[in-house]
């Protein structure tokens, strides 16, 4: 078994950050070994496994830890690294981000602008985003509550086919609002 050479400080303070321990970080006496066309070799010493690794060219990393051996894998540690690190890319990639559209309303909004502002509210839950819809109360208006209250409660109501309601009717300073996700078991 060759030794290993004397790392910079810098270096072995990046080993440390490692998520898998390779070759000589492996302490367990025996590990389960996979070789690196992903057959099983049974329960190996860890001396004998680094000396199959080295033969090869490649590293002993310990992919389960918590298993009893610990489970070891023969494999190109810098590929193995790269592989996945690009999976975490692609999968970050396909993620879908929901945006929070927002639609206002005045507490005296006529029914042409409420049925416009719903169906534009209703086109943003179908895109995935949520939709928080506000009225505004301004001066004195604020007197009439009850009349916002109505208000928010008939969007809930038309939106409920397609949306479910996150955060109930609340007051944020001067305005009145009320969250709404899309519902994914109620889409068609």
């Known amino acids: 078994m060759k030794s290993l050479p004397n790392h910079s400080p810098q270096r072995g303070a990046k080993e440390t950050q490692r998520a898998h321990k390779i070759n000589n970080e492996i302490k367990s006496p025996e590990v389960r070994l996979i070789d690196s066309e992903g057959k099983m070799l049974g329960i190996v010493k860890r001396i004998d496994a680094i000396k199959m690794a080295e033969e090869k060219e490649m590293d002993l990393v310990e992919i389960a830890p918590q298993a009893t051996p610990p489970v070891c ?7 193995f690294i790269y592989e996945h690190q690009k999976k975490e890319k692609l999968q970050k990639k396909n993620q879908l981000q929901q945006q929070m559209k927002e639609v206002r309303f005045k507490w005296r909004t006529d029914t042409h602008d409420f049925n416009f ?15 928080k819809a506000s009225v505004m109360f301004r001066g004195r208006e604020i007197t009439h509550q009850e009349i916002g209250r109505e208000l928010l409660t008939r969007f809930v109501q038309e939106m409920q086919d397609v949306a479910k309601v996150d955060s109930d009717l609340r007051f944020e300073g001067k305005n ?12 068609k």
């Open 73 to 79: 894998k023969i494999i190109d540690y810098g590929k």
């Open 117 to 131: 502002k719903v169906r534009h509210a209703r086109d943003f839950i179908e895109e995935g985003n949520k939709v």
């Open 176 to 187: 009145l609002s009320v969250i709404m996700t899309p519902d994914k078991t109620k889409k």
